[in-house]
């Protein structure tokens, strides 16, 4: 059995305005539209000072509304037994986090129970059933706003509202009353999202050795079949009213919330079946070693989904269907089929463990594919050759020396069904009406239009590597280089055929994509004395992709082009400082309204304008090109400890401000007077708004997106056998770790370099303390 329980928190917290900071930016704001502003300077000086809080209050959203740390557990307990005939395996595990939330509207919890039983029916034949279940809930703040919805409305959050008065009211939220109040959205007084799913896998195989037929035949097979069924109901209630101080009659106005509740309920229904069936052949003969099988695959999958709405419910108290209105009712339903056939084999040779050829084959079918184009043929090949078991070789430095190389070609289905067919679009969207007042009728219209020649898109890959051990396997040392060409991918034809021919494309099979790198693997373990022993592991990748087609424009600009650049390739202005003066703006292109304080914008074409035609595709993307980790471990008697690090390079994050409120970097660092040159001056607004020549995506905003982080630290001890065993046990150990402790990065304190989005808004990487124990009885 194994227990343990964690804290958590986030790596980063935003670091954002506050109130006398917030108002200096909206008025400034205010002055690049040409409008008034909102706050006067007697206002902006008591944000300063705080001598009136309750009219001109200074809230920190975060705090108020976040937890510091979050608390998860996580329990296991396995029995295990049998006799030579029949053996099994029976666990149960209980799961579950809390959300950072301080009143809990988030939480997740899981539970699981898996049940394997084998039996040996005959010397020769074997049977075994595998059954698992597994049931999830999430517990989730009101529709519209998941983890993304609410972190973006803590980064909206205006710092001059407050939360809750000292007497207990709730304040209003940035939407002026109780509906957006980020106090009843994480409390779960503005509604709740429930996510329930039950996940039942089932498994029945045999193995049948067919010696008596012939030595060295086998069969073997399976059935899977998986079951999901998930749940979701979503009710938006009518919080309690919200309050706003005001100062001229030192009172609270209440503010009730205008929105009736409403009902949002969705069944899903998911099958799967998997048939396997296997047919081995298994020979030695001297020094040489055959093995080779065929097998059938067949797969099918059904998926149904029903959903209903209401609303206008009279009160929170019942959230059930029958209860809500019938006026604008709504109900839906959709389906969907997936089937695939799979003939598969494989032979392999082997001579002495000192040359090894593999070859294996797929021939697959899809349904997502028109006749004759449905099934693909996906062979590989692979060989190695042990140098170190040459007769010629002889080393006492270099024990393992093993070449080998590999090709082959696999195919992907996972694109959207029916492409080559001819699909209509129903709605009353596409209806017509009769007659004077008369509603519109539902009618079909001709969908995209069909490819017949869609197929598989393919990936080849080829690797060449070689495996080396050292010193009686001390040191070890790996080596790969690979290449893969992706090609068939589906694209449409939607830059070379021009907009105005109307023309809704398909999709067609001309895509392509080289990825190639380099990954080097190294190893050491050694013990110092008889109680210590250690050891380290480093790996360490270079990959680089480009596209080699996709489809374009012909007199796109080849500095514009996507061909030969990395696949989600940025495709910015190129920036040249900040104007300090407006003797450089006069002195060079810029766009229209450039002051000083905005981003100077490179005119590449030179052609005296800036416009599209400056933007220019950058190397780097988000993806990195270097990818490497560190893992060392030790034991000193009863003692254990690991360490892991991972980290990045050669990556470029996009992260520019985007609204109001800001985090406080983008803003101490914005140009104020000439000199200043790492921000341009405030573009930003109120509730998200940006305006200006600043708001065009530049190079200005990428980031080195390198980074090194501690991400696993573990230390253990194990009770001597002594103790475990006075206490009736096996074995017992106890544990402490930590998961993303620290991060060293250019990312500042407010993001994360893993950050998957270009506002830097978002959920943030959580950082992990958990202690724990296994024991075994």
Do not use: C
């Amino acid at each position: 059995m194994g227990t343990n329980w964690a804290s958590t928190q986030p790596t980063r917290v935003p670091q954002m305005l506050n109130s006398y900071q917030y108002a200096q930016a909206t008025n400034e704001y205010d002055a690049l539209l040409g409008q008034q502003l909102t706050w006067t300077t007697e206002a902006i000086e008591k944000f300063r000072d705080g001598s009136d809080p309750l009219a001109y209050p200074n809230s920190n959203w975060w705090d108020a509304v976040m937890k510091t740390r979050a608390l998860q557990q996580n329990h296991i307990m396995s029995l295990s037994g049998g006799t030579d005939k029949v053996s099994y395996f029976l666990s149960g595990q209980h799961q579950k986090q809390d959300g950072i939330y301080k009143r809990d509207a988030a939480y997740y919890k899981q539970d699981q129970a898996r049940a394997n039983v084998d039996v040996n029916v005959t010397d020769n034949f074997k049977i075994g059933v595998d059954v698992s279940y597994r049931n999830e809930f999430r517990n989730a703040a009101k529709r519209g706003y998941d983890a993304g919805g609410i972190f973006r409305e803590l980064w909206l959050a205006y710092p001059y509202l407050t939360p809750v008065y000292d007497n207990g009211l709730v304040g209003v939220g940035i939407g002026g009353g109780p509906d957006n109040s980020m106090v009843y959205i994480t409390s779960g007084e503005a509604g709740y999202q429930r996510f329930t799913t039950d996940y039942l896998q089932t498994k029945a195989a045999f193995s049948w050795k067919l010696d008596k037929v012939t030595p060295g035949l086998f069969a073997d097979g399976y059935y899977a079949y998986d079951k999901t069924v998930s749940k979701t109901k979503s009710f938006t209630k009518t919080p309690p009213p919200a309050y706003r101080y005001d100062p001229a009659t030192k009172d609270y106005v209440k503010v009730a919330s205008s929105i009736a509740p409403s009902l949002f309920e969705q069944r899903g229904d998911i099958g799967q079946g998997l048939l396997n069936l296997k047919l081995g052949y298994s020979k030695t003969i001297n020094d040489h070693s055959f093995d080779a099988f065929v097998a059938f695959e067949s797969f099918k999958g059904n998926t149904d989904i029903i959903n209903a709405s209401r609303s206008n419910y009279l009160s929170n108290s019942l959230d059930q269907l029958f209860a809500g209105s019938l006026i604008g009712q709504q109900n839906n339903s959709s389906a969907a089929q997936a089937a695939r056939i799979n003939y598969i084999s494989r032979l392999s040779y082997n001579y002495k463990s000192k040359y090894l050829i593999d070859y294996t084959m797929r021939y697959d079918g899809s349904q997502n594919f028109p006749e004759g184009k449905r099934y693909g043929f996906f062979p590989g090949v692979s060989a190695g050759w042990r140098i170190s078991q040459e007769d010629f070789f002889k080393s006492d430095v270099i024990n393992e020396l093993k070449l080998r190389a590999s090709w082959g070609r696999t195919g992907n289905d996972i694109v959207s069904a029916f492409n080559y067919l001819q699909t209509y679009l129903l709605g009353t969207g596409y209806g017509y009406s009769l007659g004077s007042g008369a509603a519109q009728v539902s009618s079909l219209v001709l969908g995209p239009t069909p490819n017949p020649n869609i197929t598989w898109e393919l990936a080849t890959t080829t690797d060449i590597g070689l495996e080396s051990q050292f010193f009686n396997g001390k040191l070890g040392i790996n080596v790969d280089v690979f290449r893969s060409m992706r090609s068939n991918i589906l694209i449409t034809r939607s830059e070379s055929v021009p907009g105005y021919t109307g023309l809704t494309l398909p999709n067609e099979n001309l895509g392509k994509v080289l990825n190639r790198g380099i990954e080097l693997e190294a190893t050491h373990n050694n013990n110092i004395g008889n109680s210590f022993t250690y050891n380290i592991r480093g790996n360490i990748t270079f990959a680089r992709n480009k596209v080699i087609f996709m489809d374009e424009a012909a007199n796109i600009p080849s500095y514009q082009r996507k061909t030969n650049i990395p696949v989600d390739s940025w495709f910015l202005y190129q920036s040249d400082g900040i104007y300090q003066n407006q003797q450089e703006i006069d002195n060079s292109p810029h766009p229209a309204n450039t002051a000083p304080g905005d981003i100077r914008y490179k005119d590449v074409n030179n052609d005296g304008a800036i416009n599209d035609l400056d933007k220019v595709r950058m190397p780097l993307v988000r993806t990195p090109e270097i990818m490497f980790g560190l893992a060392l471990g030790g034991s000193w008697k009863n003692i254990d400890a690991s360490v892991f690090f991972q980290g990045q390079a050669r990556a470029k994050s996009y992260l520019a401000p985007a609204g109001l409120n800001m985090v406080t970097e983008f803003f101490d660092q914005r140009w104020q007077k000439p000199g200043d040159n790492k921000y341009p001056r405030n573009f930003s607004g109120p509730t998200g708004r940006t305006f200006g020549v600043n708001t065009f995506e530049s190079d200005l905003w990428l980031r080195d997106a390198s980074f090194v982080r501690l991400k696993n630290v573990e230390l253990g001890y194990t009770l001597p056998k002594s103790i475990s065993e006075r206490l009736k046990m096996q074995s017992a150990r106890i544990y402490i770790s930590g998961t993303n402790l620290f991060s060293i990065d250019q990312f500042g304190p407010s993001f994360d370099p893993e950050a998957p989005n270009n506002s830097g808004q978002y959920y943030p990487q959580q950082r992990v303390i958990n202690i724990g124990a296994n024991i075994t009885f």
